[in-house]
């Protein structure tokens, strides 16, 4: 096998780890597995998802920790799905940087709908949401996994006022920033 040949296999099994990096993170996500998560993210690996920016393992751990026997003889969050598709990655040596798109849906996670905040919607109503994950990866120990993430929102029909699983409301303006230009997030490098 040449070094040409050799280095485009190597690229290849590389995107194909981080594709399914992406995968079973979602699938830890809507099977409520908390080992399955967090064993995407490296210890240091951090977030920024709706109104927290911060550590990832932090974050994961706390939303369990809000989201534990919420009422229905079950924890964590209700019933959902998380769609990844279009799957870009771009990757030198250790590091990579990804771009997914993202389309959820999940039940009974609001208590307020925004904007409707003196109408209660009982036990809480589906959210939809369609956006994007910006994310940086590290293979460490030969292992790829989560460096950062981002989380930008590109659309969602109604924005949550109030919810156990996400104080201080689920709104777009909380998000990563999305843009249809080279300042968009997804742009960014750091190779170091």
């Known amino acids: 096998m040449t070094a040409d040949l050799e280095h485009e296999l190597r690229l290849l099994l590389d995107k194909q780890a981080l594709g399914e990096l992406l995968l ?14 967090l064993a995407c993210f490296h210890p240091d690996a951090s977030v920024h998802y709706n109104t927290y920016e911060g550590n990832a393992i932090e974050f ?10 919420r009422g229905d003889g079950q924890s964590g969050i209700p019933r959902g ?3 990844v ?8 040596g250790d590091i990579a940087y990804g771009e997914s798109y993202l389309e959820a849906r999940r039940s009974g996670v609001g208590n307020r709908r925004a904007g409707a905040e003196s109408e209660p919607t009982g036990p809480g109503f589906p959210i939809e949401r369609i956006g994007r994950f910006i994310d940086r990866y590290e293979r460490r120990n030969g292992e790829w996994r989560f460096a950062s993430r981002r989380v930008a929102m590109e659309w969602m029909p109604e924005e949550i006022e109030d919810s156990v699983a996400f ?26």
């Open 24 to 37: 079973r993170y979602a699938r830890g996500i809507d099977r409520w597995d908390r080992e399955l998560v």
């Open 60 to 69: 994961y751990e706390s939303l369990w920790e809000r989201t534990e026997g």
């Open 81 to 83: 799905q998380h769609v």
């Open 85 to 92: 598709t279009n799957a870009l990655f771009e990757l030198r």
């Open 167 to 192: 104080p201080g409301g689920y709104k777009l303006e909380n998000f990563a920033p999305t843009r249809t230009d080279r300042s968009d997030p997804s742009y960014e490098r750091d190779w170091e």
